[in-house]
């Protein structure tokens, strides 16, 4: 039949935001043909004609579908009947022919019947066919949050980020962070700066449809949140609620919000150096933008008036969710793993080894077990080999040759005296695997002592991994035992003497036995 505007509005936009028209039809369960018409669509104008209107078959049940349609109406929302469920209970009553068979009528005839029954009504009550339910909030009682897609330009290049809108629908201030992709860990990350910018956590959050959030979009209001997204919710106590596909007024303010967001932030085009610039800047333009601008409902307030009364009224934000998504990696020979499309470097001993990688915003955390085996910063482009050279030092010791060419080792930026016993050494095999033993010192005696022995050995001219090694080895030997005094009355009257001859004399009379 008839897509609702809102959904019409929806494939236009996901569509010029660069979804796919199969991406689209499958996310919104619209077959292909019906997301193209509403793409193809002039101003979003969507609906088709019957050049025939078959007359309904409801005569005779008119009296009775009207007395059902006046009872649902008066009905709480809650207990209200589907009308499936009305069509159901008149195909069910059914009326008696006089050849004794039941008439029955078709749903889609009902559906008609009910909606210009429905129209008929709103128009004698005078409040328009599109009237929408104003949405009132307690303080602390909810927030919105929904992502967009704006363009900026990041270090001079043009860049399209994701970013997260959260706003308190009460006071109405609001949250926006950019992010180079919208997944879980995003996800994780907004909502933790998001409550700690507002100062606490309301009781409820609406949620579009988020591919990271709803692993499966049911029809209504009944939705299967992901797990790690339920647990989330659970740190924070908070009770997650979707908003009913294309049901635009329910989470209008955001839907509006994206909308107003854009031309209030994002145009002009942005241009910032890095991503934590543009991030520290909208934040900055969150506070100004409640500080200036008056409360929509409350206009004797500012926006950022309504938040502080707002305030008290949310829950205490705890600490903030542990926001990783995780997955399993195997470590290759070579002791890297490939994660997001570049690889990263562990340490040595999980060479070959399964590990979890735990991605979060902005750093990743590798463990074997529970032992933390390595830890960067996340990249965001691609094909790149993120390296630390640490990592190696076990490889190294058995392989010194791989100092001069080996990756990770090409700009490794080494702490000062092993820098100048490196310079020092000079260059070749027999200096690199000079340089390797005394590296290897690291991984037993520690960073720090290995640098006081270099220093140490610099300073009395002797760049030789010998003498590092055996200053080493003499701050690490116990200390010699204090020599025993032993009393008077202990002490041995003769003392021994050292006489081989006597076990000759032991060897004779043995022989002799």
């Known amino acids: 039949g008839m897509l609702i505007l809102e959904t019409v509005v929806r494939i236009r936009r996901e569509h010029a935001d660069g979804k796919s028209i199969k991406a689209i039809a499958r996310d919104l369960r619209l077959s292909r043909k019906v997301v193209r018409k509403a793409i193809r669509a002039p101003e979003a104008g969507f609906a088709y004609r019957r050049s025939v209107q078959p007359l309904p078959r409801i005569g005779p049940f008119q009296e009775r579908l009207d007395a059902l349609l006046a009872e649902n109406e008066v009905r709480p929302r809650r207990e209200r009947l589907r009308m499936t469920r009305i069509h159901d209970l008149l195909v069910r009553e059914g009326l008696p022919t006089s050849s004794g068979e039941r008439l029955t009528v078709s749903y889609d005839a009902v559906r008609r019947y009910a909606k210009r029954w429905l129209d008929e009504r709103r ?11 104003p949405l009132m909030f307690r303080p602390g009682e909810a927030y919105q949050f929904d992502w967009s897609h704006e363009d900026v330009e990041i270090a001079g290049k043009p860049m399209r980020v994701k970013v997260a809108h959260m706003r308190l629908c009460a006071s109405r201030a609001v949250y926006v962070r950019a992010y180079p992709r919208e997944t879980q860990e995003m996800v994780f990350d907004a909502h933790a700066r998001a409550f700690a910018f507002f100062g606490g956590v ?34 924070y106590m908070v009770e997650p609620t979707a908003c009913s596909p294309a049901a635009g007024w329910e989470k209008g303010q955001v ?3 994206v909308q107003t ?87 040595a001993k999980a060479a070959r080894r399964a590990v979890q990688v735990r991605a979060y915003a902005d750093r990743i955390v590798v463990r ?45 930026d080494l702490p000062p005296a092993l820098a100048r016993l490196r ?55 116990p200390p010699r035992p204090l020599t025993i005094a032993t009393s008077e009355a202990l002490a041995l009257a003769h003392p021994p003497t050292a006489d081989c001859a006597r076990y000759d004399l032991l060897r004779g009379a043995r022989a002799a036995a």
């Open 123 to 133: 128009k004698d009550a005078g409040d328009g066919a599109a009237a929408f339910i």
């Open 202 to 235: 309301p009781t409820r959050g609406i949620y579009d449809n988020m591919k990271t959030a709803v692993t499966t979009v049911f029809t209504g209001k009944e939705r299967v949140f992901n797990r790690r997204f339920l647990i989330m919710a659970d740190h």
């Open 255 to 257: 839907e509006h919000q």
């Open 261 to 347: 967001i854009r031309g209030r932030f994002f145009q002009p085009r942005l241009r910032f150096a890095s991503l934590e610039e543009l991030n520290g800047w909208l934040e900055a333009e969150c506070r100004r933008w409640a500080e200036l601008h008056p409360h929509p409902d409350q206009r004797e307030l500012t926006v950022a008036q309504a938040w502080d009364a707002e305030r008290p009224a949310l829950q205490v934000m705890l600490a903030p969710f542990d926001g990783f998504h995780e997955t399993p990696h195997a470590v290759t020979g070579t002791c890297l793993i490939s994660f997001d499309r570049n690889r990263y470097s562990v340490m």
């Open 368 to 412: 074997l077990d529970d032992e933390v085996i390595a830890e960067h910063p996340r990249f965001f482009g691609r094909d790149r080999m993120i390296l630390d050279p640490w990592h190696y030092l076990p490889v190294l010791a058995k392989k010194p040759g791989a100092l001069r060419n080996g990756a990770p080792f090409q700009d490794w």
């Open 423 to 477: 310079r020092k050494l000079g260059t070749g095999d027999e200096a690199d695997r000079r340089f390797v033993r005394v590296l290897s010192a690291v991984l037993t005696d520690g960073l720090e002592a290995v640098e006081d022995a270099i220093r140490e050995a610099l300073a009395a001219g002797a760049a030789s991994d010998d003498v590092i090694l055996n200053i080493l080895a003499r701050r690490r030997e």
